[in-house]
Structures are given as C-alpha cells and as structure tokens.
C-alpha cells in the first residue's frame, strides 16, 4: 500500500528575524481529519524518510536547517543516517521518556553532525534527561502562563542551549520573548500580526538596479517579469501604480506582463529612477516574510497550470498568492492593505474571503503551510490528490531556493 504526505514549512526565525530554518510538517492524507500533525509524523518514520528522499533536501531548506520531529521509533532508526547530518535538526517531544539506549543513540546523533532540539519543554517533562546533548530548546509560550515561562527561558540561560520561543502569535508574545532575550521565534505572528501599525517597504536596490540595466539594453519583457517575480515591494509598488488614475488607464491590470506592455519602457524606466532615489535599506521586509510569499506565490502558480488554465490567469494566481502577505508587510488588516491597490474583483475576493478559483486555491496553500485538517478536504474539493501536490509544493519550494534569495 502507497504511503502518501502532505507537505508544510514553518520558518524557524533569530532574533534579529533573519531566517535560520524550517520545521518541516508531515501529514498522512488518509487520516489527516483524525489524528494530529505530531502523532503521525512520530508514528511513521517511513512517510518522512520517503518523502524527504523523494523530495531533496535541498529543495525544501536550501542552505538552511530542518527541524523535524521525531518519536521514539524513529530515532532508533537507521533510516535517519540518509539525511544529510549538518542540515537537520531533530526534534524530540516533551513526553519521549528516555531509557539508556535512546540516551546513548542521540548521543551518537550528535557526534554524527545531527542537531538535538527539545521541543515544548519544562524541566519537569521526561524530554529533560536530553538537556545535555540538546543544542536548541522549543519553549511553547501559550502553553503555560506567562510567569512559568519566562521562569524556563531566564533558568535555561545557564545551559549552552539555544532557546527558541514557538507559538508566537501575538504582538505581545513576540516583545515578551523578545524583552527575554530568547535566541529565535517560531510561529504565525510573522504570517498574521495582530499589531495594525503601517509599516513602509522598499524594494531592493539590487532589483531596481536589474530591472534598469535592463530596460538600457532593451530586454524582452520576460526577463523583466522574472525580477518582479522575486521582489514583492517592487511588485506591489508597480501593480499599485500602473493601476492608480495617475497611470491614465481604463482597465484593471492583473499580470506583470500586462502592467509592463501598457507602461512601456521609457515610463518604466523614469518611475524606477524615481524609485531609486527615493527608496531606502530602512523598512525592507525580512527573508523569512520574502520567501514565504514567493513560495506561496509560485505554489499558487503551479496550482493554476495544473488546472489547465491559461498562462495569464496563472500570472494573476501568482500575484494572488504573493500579495497574500500584504497584511504582515505592512501591520495592518488586508481589507486596508488592499485600500489603494485597485485589484481585479477576482483578485481581491480571493485574498479577503477565499472566493473563486484563485480564492480555493490560496486556502489551499494556508493549509499546506499550517498542517490544518481541512487539507485533505480541501484538496478533494479542487481535484488534487496528495501525490500531485507533495510535487508541486516541492517544486514551488524548489524554485525558491534556487532563486537564492
């Protein structure tokens, strides 16, 4: 019988929000709505193995580290030495009650090149006996009241451990770790602040250096759109103004081709000036947030040419699924990031309520993200079986990677 997963990330952040990994999220598609994310992956070391061999590591974490879960199956498991030892970073949970054997294997994981992190953990939790051979620990701040957490993040500064607050999911979570001093966050205060402050983002210097160049050596259109395709304030900044009366159009534009054919290269090129000069390294979004979007964005892409629908519309998916994090790049609700961006109704239906096609597909692509157990539903809802979109979702992830952002 074929095993099938599906596929998320969750990015793994410092303390200067500067992306450092993944933890990277199993789900058995044919018990997805019964049992939870953690108990299957732990349950089955041979849909994380599979996968991840199937996959590449490479494609999914880059230059980056993994962090992967692991129950008391896996690892006594010789299936773990397959994985590349320097990028992976093995998660035990709280209850893996620890007996000799287990203590002297994860010992010799780590002087393999395997990183040991404790997740949601108390020193009172059976996990603790790993304390001295873990070099992470995944300290949940809404599992516990405020004061025992911060109690755990000050008692663990004696150990040479690096501690990472996860489930960081309000404004106030994030100033409590970070007035802690904790070393890294995990969690979807990135992806959904609570905070409603507007935030200015600038596109990279280096982009509109490109795009410049460029535009003096009279280059096609597509090489054009390959560089908005990376840099979502660029693309944001152009959709925004091509779309607004100043531009003097009669209809909405969806797609970076289109913007670029009715703006032309001589007006292009003068409003990349002006956006040279006036832009600044201040309010650039982080990594994390970049690539994120990206990935949503070309997953949403794929999902689209998958469907057999034209090349245009699944540009517009793209931009659909790059704008979806409007709301975090700028802290402030998506109903007022979109305010003055003059989208297609189709565009912007998707983004606030998961209207549409596009709309199905962008929830499709949370869920992939977040493990949720709708997924399975979800995806039956549009056609999509497991197998189909553990392919896509590896080359979206593959293809961001490769941009080397």
């Given at each position: ?101 287990s203590l002297s294997r994860v ?146 534009i969806s797609s970076f081709l ?148």
């Amino acid at each position: 019988m074929t095993v099938s997963a599906f596929l998320g990330r969750q990015p793994v952040l410092n303390r200067n929000q500067q992306l450092i990994g993944y933890e990277l999220l199993f789900r058995q598609s044919a018990s997805a709505t019964e049992a939870g994310l953690y108990a299957e992956l732990n349950a089955d070391t041979d849909v994380l193995v599979n996968t991840l061999n199937h996959m590449g590591t490479c494609w999914l974490i880059g230059n980056k580290l993994a962090f992967i879960n692991v129950g008391e199956s896996m690892i006594g498991s010789d299936f773990l030495e397959l994985l590349p030892p320097r990028r992976v970073v093995l998660e035990i949970p709280s209850k893996f009650v620890p007996s000799n054997e287990s203590l002297s294997r994860v010992r010799h994981l780590r002087s393999l090149g395997f990183g040991v992190a404790l997740d949601d953990f108390s020193f009172d939790a059976p996990s603790a006996a790993f304390l001295e051979l873990a070099n992470y620990v995944k300290l949940d701040i809404q599992s516990v009241d405020l004061q025992t957490f911060q109690s755990r993040a000050v008692r663990l500064r004696s150990y040479p451990v690096i501690r990472i607050a996860k489930r960081v999911e309000t404004y106030e979570h994030y100033h409590v770790s970070r007035d802690l001093g904790v070393d890294g966050y995990q969690g979807y205060y990135f992806a959904k602040p609570e905070t409603l402050s507007a935030k200015v983002i600038h596109p990279s210097f280096n982009n509109i250096l490109k795009l410049l160049n460029l535009l003096r050596q009279d280059a096609p259109l597509k090489e054009l759109e390959a560089i908005l395709k990376i840099d979502i304030a660029l693309s944001f900044k152009l959709l925004r103004y091509v779309n607004s009366a100043a531009a003097g159009l009669n209809s909405v534009i969806s797609s970076f081709l289109h913007a670029l054919t009715v703006l032309g290269y001589k007006r292009l090129y003068r409003w990349l000036t002006l956006l040279l000069v006036t832009s600044s390294e201040q309010g650039q979004m982080s990594a994390a947030l970049q690539k994120t979007a990206i990935c949503r964005a070309r997953m949403m892409e794929l999902l689209a040419l998958e469907l057999a629908l034209p090349a245009e519309i699944a540009d517009s998916f793209f931009i659909t699924g790059m704008f979806s994090l409007l709301d975090v790049i700028f802290d402030m609700p998506m109903v007022l990031a979109l305010e003055h961006l003059n989208l297609p109704d189709e565009m912007y239906s998707a983004l606030m309520v998961y209207a549409g096609r596009s709309g199905a597909c962008l929830e499709l692509v949370f869920a992939m993200e977040a493990g949720k157990d709708n997924l399975p539903q979800l995806a039956l809802n549009l056609g999509f079986d497991a197998d189909v979109l553990n392919v896509l979702h590896a080359n979206a992830l593959s293809w961001v990677e490769e941009l080397s952002l």
